[in-house]
């Protein structure tokens, strides 16, 4: 990969984390993007062209550029300065891997820019050690389904494409800390509920695989590790649920941390639950969303070459 161009994108896909049963190791990536253009300078300046995005710095102490810097440090390499116009689609806070999004952009921006050739799997180890696990981080660099695990010492992830359903985003006007979410959440399981839980998490996998979604959706429901430690803290999820399963979806989870919620839905159903679920919550943000199947993109164009079609 050359740095020579003058120009270059990075587009990086939004994802959910868990499904339900698949605490910390099944993710999957959606179709809402943060969007990078950059060009190289003399200076660090970061743009944001998103109204969310102005609140955070426009210098080398962006988290984009530091995580960049970190990941380049790390093969003995630094980073030549760039100019850096940043759009997203992704909402912060809000369980949808904003966090994870700034972080696969900053290792495809280190890939880039100090021309590191990192594989699929050394981006996905680099962004699962910052974000601490595989879920949403390896979502976003891989796309589909991935499946993970997760220490100190190595990360290995499994990735698949996912067709045939739609994905309702029920996202609410409110933000939900990941960390506020994490600290609900008990210190210790029993013994019998940890096998419950490992249980419905394996048949999900199995059923999303070989295309049974009803019974992926009924395993969403029967998750022992998080969602019933933080109900208290996403009290539309019931109500989601009833009207989502009434109107012909498979399953509804929480979307990692919360608060939004997510429904799979087959194709078919997803108007009809979309707008039922709006009319429900008018004054929340439900989004019919396709599954990822691609994740981060990096392109380096020369100057005479066109910019990818998903740049307006």
């Not at 499904?19 to 943060?34: R, V």
């Not at 006007?173 to 994490?182: H, K």
Request: with cysteine; glycine share 8%; proline share 6%.
């Amino acid at each position: 990969m050359s740095v020579e161009s003058e120009m270059f994108y990075i587009r990086v896909p939004a994802s959910t984390a868990n499904l339900g049963p698949g605490f910390d190791s099944i993710g999957m990536a959606l179709g809402l993007y943060l969007d990078i253009q950059g060009r190289y300078s003399d200076k660090w300046e970061v743009i944001p062209l998103s109204e969310e995005l102005s609140s955070f710095p426009s210098d080398d102490s962006n988290y984009i550029v530091m995580v960049a810097k970190e990941v380049a440090e790390y093969y003995g390499k630094r980073l030549r300065p760039c100019r850096l116009e940043i759009s997203s689609e992704i909402p912060l806070a809000r369980g949808l891997g904003s966090s994870a999004s700034a972080i696969v952009a900053g290792i495809e921006l280190a890939n880039i820019a100090a021309d590191l050739n990192l594989s699929t799997q050394e981006k996905s180890r680099h962004a699962s050690i910052f974000e601490g696990h595989p879920d949403n981080a390896a979502a976003s660099v891989m796309g589909g389904l991935v499946v993970g695990w997760h220490s100190d010492e190595v990360t290995d992830v499994l990735s698949f494409p996912i067709e045939g359903i739609k994905v309702i985003a029920v996202i609410p006007d409110y933000e939900l800390r990941t960390e506020d979410s994490r600290n609900a959440l008990p210190e210790k399981l029993a013994f019998k509920d940890a096998i419950h839980g490992s249980a419905a998490a394996n048949v999900f996998l199995g059923a999303v695989l070989s295309g049974n979604w009803p019974l992926a959706g009924e395993m969403m429901k029967r998750d022992r590790f998080h969602q019933t430690y933080r109900a208290h803290l996403v009290p539309h999820l019931p109500r989601v649920e009833e009207l989502a399963k009434a109107n012909g979806a498979f399953g509804t989870a929480l979307s990692g941390a919360g608060p939004t919620v997510l429904c799979l839905v087959p194709e078919s159903a997803a108007c009809s639950v979309q707008e039922t679920l709006q009319n429900e919550f008018p004054d929340f943000d439900v989004k019919v969303l396709d599954v990822d199947n691609e994740g981060s993109k990096p392109v380096i164009l020369s100057d005479e070459q066109m910019k990818p079609t998903w740049i307006g």
